[in-house]
């Protein structure tokens, strides 16, 4: 099954709005990362925190991590219409499986101008 | 920095041909992951080498997939023989400090 799992499938919002994503995942992990995937383009790593790291910012990006339910957040703030795109993110399943990532089905962002 | 590079970018091939997917990671980089995404299953990690050994496989579907790694620069993902069910875009991305860098991806179709 998936580690990483989505919320919402889909999200349609209005340029300058911020969008927020989440994540959930089962197993303990060293990190979490999110991508973004372009129609048709390949996979751009964003952000990466890690397992004892409660909140990262990266310009527009901002990503928590909440160990103890076993979810994180992805806020785009001043949204453009150049975030159109799938987010997906990823976990590090830790020692137990390498250093292999594992992705959630993603969430499609339409930012409309 | 050319970053993952892969070739080719499209392949259209007939059932039963052998595919060849080629993978540059970048320079550097201890570990190499081939991955496939489809529609219906989403992202799958199929096979990841550390150092140019393999090192998991188990998400390789099946015996007609196999990859090498034969030198830290160069990798291959085989389907022989191939069938329409491969049909995807197959990712090959590699890493240092668990931050993979992504290829752009191969689009495979087999009719």
């Known amino acids: 099954s998936q580690q990483g799992e989505e919320d919402p499938q889909a999200l349609s919002i209005q340029e300058g709005e911020n969008a927020t994503m989440n994540c959930s995942y089962k197993t303990s992990i060293n990190n979490l990362q999110w991508y973004r995937q372009n129609s048709g383009r390949g996979l751009v790593h964003l952000i990466l925190i890690r397992s004892n790291e409660r909140e990262k910012h990266s310009g527009r990006l901002r990503v928590t991590l909440d160990t103890s339910k076993k979810s994180s957040s992805l806020l785009i703030t001043a949204s453009r219409a150049a975030d159109t795109a799938s987010y997906f993110c990823?976990?590090?399943?830790?020692?137990?499986?390498?250093?292999?990532?594992?992705f959630g089905e993603g969430t499609q962002l339409t930012v409309n101008p | 920095d050319a970053g993952v590079i892969q070739s080719p970018r499209h392949e259209v091939t007939e059932m039963g041909q052998e595919v060849t997917l080629r993978c540059k990671p970048i320079?550097?980089?201890?570990?190499l992951f081939w991955y496939r995404q489809t529609m219906m299953r989403g992202l799958e990690l199929l096979i990841y080498f550390n150092n140019n050994v393999p090192i998991d496989d188990s998400g390789m579907p099946e015996d007609r997939f196999s990859a090498k790694m034969p030198n830290a620069s160069f990798s291959t993902l085989k389907i022989q023989p191939s069938e329409p069910r491969d049909s995807a875009v197959y990712f090959c991305?590699?890493?240092?400090?668990?931050?993979?860098?992504f290829g752009p991806g191969t689009r495979l179709t087999v009719l």
């Open positions: 320079s550097g980089h201890d570990y």
């Open positions: 990823a976990t590090d399943g830790g020692e137990t499986s390498g250093s292999r990532l594992t």
């Open positions: 991305a590699s890493s240092s400090l668990r931050e993979g860098v």
